[in-house]
Nanobody, 115 residues
């Protein structure tokens, strides 16, 4: 059974950094897209960053220049390096993995940016 597990969240001061990891297991076909979404209290879930199998990436404007998404396709692992964190980055961060037939969500990891 497919499983998506995020890790690396926590509490960090403004201006600090965190690295999130996402591991996909139990998927027997190629994972084409891996993405990070986030949802802050009272807000809709939004796409933060996405990386496709050929390495192409895109980001929401609010994180461009601060966040970097990467992946190890051989291991179905994705990362989100978050630098220069701001209070408005506080949210639950979810990993999403997409195959040709199905998409899979993780349960999320909390990121809190506060002094």
């Amino acid at each position: 059974q497919a499983q998506v597990v995020e890790s690396g969240g926590g509490l960090v001061q403004p201006g600090g950094s965190l690295r999130l990891s996402c591991a996909v297991s139990g998927v027997t076909i190629r994972v084409y897209t891996m993405a990070w979404y986030r949802q802050a209290p009272g807000k809709q879930r939004e796409l933060v960053a996405r990386i496709i199998v050929n390495g192409g990436t895109n980001y929401v404007d609010s994180v461009k220049g601060r966040f970097t998404i990467s992946r190890d396709s051989s291991k179905n692992v994705a990362y989100l390096q978050m630098n220069s964190l701001k209070a408005e980055d506080t949210a639950v961060y979810y990993c999403y993995a997409d195959t040709i037939s199905h998409g899979y969500w993780g349960k999320g990891t909390q990121v809190t940016v506060s002094s």
